[in-house]
């Protein structure tokens, strides 16, 4: 099945700073990857996704690039706000009538003022 | 007001009783998910259902049961059989067609 790893565990940045989160799957048919934001004791809401057909997607601040060839894919916050504080899973999957999505671990984002 | 919703938020239960976590939609979708969260291991995919009275077993599927006799509601039980069964539970749901999930507001379940 497919695997999903996710680097790092946890991410400290100044307000103002980019942060990077990267993660790198397994499972070369996957051809789904969003990325979901857990506020504390909140409900994962999906922030931004992209599918395998693209290398790069922008919405605002956040960006998210994948290399299909590598199995990986990134998320990319600029500017970072102390809104952005929280906990950010990506995810894989083959897209179909149920996508089964295989999540990473998490990064805990802290921005500090 | 149209939504996924779970019930309770919070749940006790003393070792060895089986409990059933609700969870509804009415946002009209085919698929549903349980995924259960513990620290520091990300959300890993209890059972999932396509269609009304027909589910499949996710990763993590030993120790717990789940029904799909409505399209709004997919329960699940947490049996006496899982072995470690305090946790966060998420349920989610997607159309058909489309891959966002939306996930529901979760329900801690503390076994004592």
């Known amino acids: 099945g497919e695997n999903v790893e996710q680097h790092p565990s946890t991410l400290s940045v100044q307000e103002g700073d980019s942060a990077v989160i990267k993660c790198t799957y397994s499972d070369s048919a996957s051809n789904y990857f969003p990325w979901y934001k857990q506020e504390l004791g909140k409900r994962p809401q999906l922030i931004i996704d992209i599918r395998s057909n693209v290398g790069e997607k922008k919405d605002q601040r956040i960006a998210v690039t994948l290399n299909k060839t590598a199995k990986h894919f990134s998320l990319h916050i600029t500017e970072t706000q102390p809104e952005d504080s929280a906990v950010y899973f990506c995810?894989?999957?083959?897209?179909?009538?149920?996508?089964?999505?295989?999540f990473g671990t998490g990064t805990r984002l802290q921005v500090t003022l | 007001d149209g939504g996924i919703t779970q019930s309770p938020k919070y749940l006790f239960r003393k070792e060895g009783q089986n409990v059933t976590l609700s969870c509804e939609q009415n946002?009209?979708?085919?698929?549903m998910y349980w995924y259960r969260q513990d620290p520091g291991q990300g959300l890993r995919l209890i059972y999932y259902?396509?269609?009304?009275?027909?589910?499949q077993k996710g990763d993590i599927a030993e120790g717990y049961s789940v029904s799909r006799e409505k399209k709004e509601s997919f329960p699940l039980t947490v049996t006496s059989a899982q072995k470690n069964p305090t946790a966060f539970y998420l349920c989610?749901?997607?159309?058909?067609?489309?891959?966002?999930?939306?996930f529901g507001p979760g329900t801690r379940l503390t076994v004592l």
């Open positions: 946002l009209n979708h085919d698929a």
């Open positions: 259902s396509q269609i009304v009275n027909d589910f």
């Open positions: 995810a894989a999957s083959l897209t179909g009538t149920a996508s089964k999505l295989t």
């Open positions: 989610a749901s997607n159309p058909r067609g489309d891959n966002e999930q939306f």
